[in-house]
């Protein structure tokens, strides 16, 4: 069974950084497949943030994070970032890292097979 695990989650000030990071292990991940980040609110539904291609060459943005997260995957291609700069009191959630079903995906969350249990981004204005 495939595991993934979100690490790096914490307090913040508005305006300040944060870097995410998920490492995915065990069998069961097929290869050459994208991978993402989903957040949550409590109340509310689960929502993309950015996705990352197998290859690393497609990356996908949501337009509340783009210009201010940026999304990489090392070149064992099982570890994947998220830096995110200049934090607004509305990036706070839980973040969740997503394994596709193929090696591109963007926003559905039907595109993904594997799941974290998320860390949680607290950011004070």
């Known amino acids: 069974q495939p595991q993934l695990v979100e690490s790096g989650g914490g307090s913040r000030q508005a305006g300040e950084a944060l870097q995410l990071s998920c490492l995915a292990s065990?069998?069961?991940?097929?290869?050459?497949?994208?991978m993402a980040w989903f957040r949550q609110v409590p109340g509310k539904d689960r929502e993309f943030v950015a996705s990352i291609s197998w290859s690393g060459g497609d990356r996908y943005y949501a337009d509340s994070v783009k210009g201010r997260f940026v999304i990489s995957r090392l070149t064992d291609r099982n570890t994947m970032y998220l830096q995110m700069s200049s934090l607004k009191p509305e990036d706070t959630a839980v973040y969740f890292c997503?394994?596709?079903?193929?090696?591109?995906?963007?926003?559905?969350?039907?595109?993904?097979?594997?799941w974290g249990q998320g860390t949680q981004v607290t950011v004070s204005p």
């Open positions: 997503a394994v596709a079903l193929a090696p591109v995906a963007t926003g559905g969350e039907s595109e993904y097979e594997y």
């Open positions: 065990g069998g069961g991940i097929g290869s050459n497949v994208a």
